[in-house]
């Protein structure tokens, strides 16, 4: 169909058609812009947002992380420090028979008669092991007391376990004392995510 024919033919439309052609036009051309340019770039505009948005928390999150940094290191150093002066309570291999015979020169400074005094196989625990003396002891109430509480203010670590009292006889004040002293050694190149520090305890 020639140009001028189609004109022609235009301008012989009612005013009403030729504003529907129109307006049919605009919106088809209106709904291809919409369907092939708007929407996928809205779409990827949501995806970018989101993105940032994600960004920014990951952001937010390592500035208040360097923010408590310094605060963390403090603390790193002070714990190690307190594991070292833990480490401190923990006798050696080598210190072990003198920190043995200390603990029996404390029963008998207590007026204590040892009746058994018998060390026991150690006790694995990781960075450290536990030695467990098995002790029977004789005398009153007051001399045990007295023992015990030297025991706890002993520098190195020894707790008592397992603790029974009975009457040597019949109505006497002399006691026959069963418990479990414990010790620790701490083991060299032990590795060091089983730290373990090992407390003092009550007696039980």
């Not at 036009?25 to 708007?38: H, Q, S």
Request: net charge positive; aromatic share 8%; charged share 30%.
């Amino acid at each position: 169909m020639k140009k001028g024919a189609f004109i022609e033919k235009i301008e012989k439309l009612k005013m009403i058609h030729r504003v529907l052609i129109f307006a049919g036009t605009v919106i088809l051309v209106a709904g291809l812009f919409i369907y092939f340019i708007y929407m996928p770039k809205t779409e990827e505009i949501g995806r970018l947002k989101g993105q940032i948005a994600g960004l920014q928390q990951q952001i937010d999150k390592a500035k208040i992380a360097a923010a408590r940094l310094p605060e963390l290191e403090k603390e790193e150093a002070r714990l190690e420090a307190e594991f070292r002066d833990a480490l401190r309570l923990l006798p050696n291999q080598k210190e072990i028979p003198s920190l043995l015979k200390g603990l029996t020169k404390l029963g008998v400074d207590a007026n204590l008669e040892f009746r058994l005094f018998s060390p026991q196989s150690e006790r694995d625990k990781g960075f450290y092991a536990e030695i467990p003396v098995s002790m029977e002891l004789s005398g009153t109430y007051h001399d045990v007391a007295v023992f015990f509480n030297k025991v706890s203010n002993m520098e190195r670590i020894v707790n008592i376990h397992n603790v029974t009292m009975k009457p040597q006889k019949a109505n006497s004040t002399t006691l026959v004392t069963k418990c479990e002293a414990v010790t620790y050694r701490f083991k060299e190149g032990a590795n060091e995510s089983t730290k373990q520090e090992p407390k003092k305890a009550k007696h039980r």
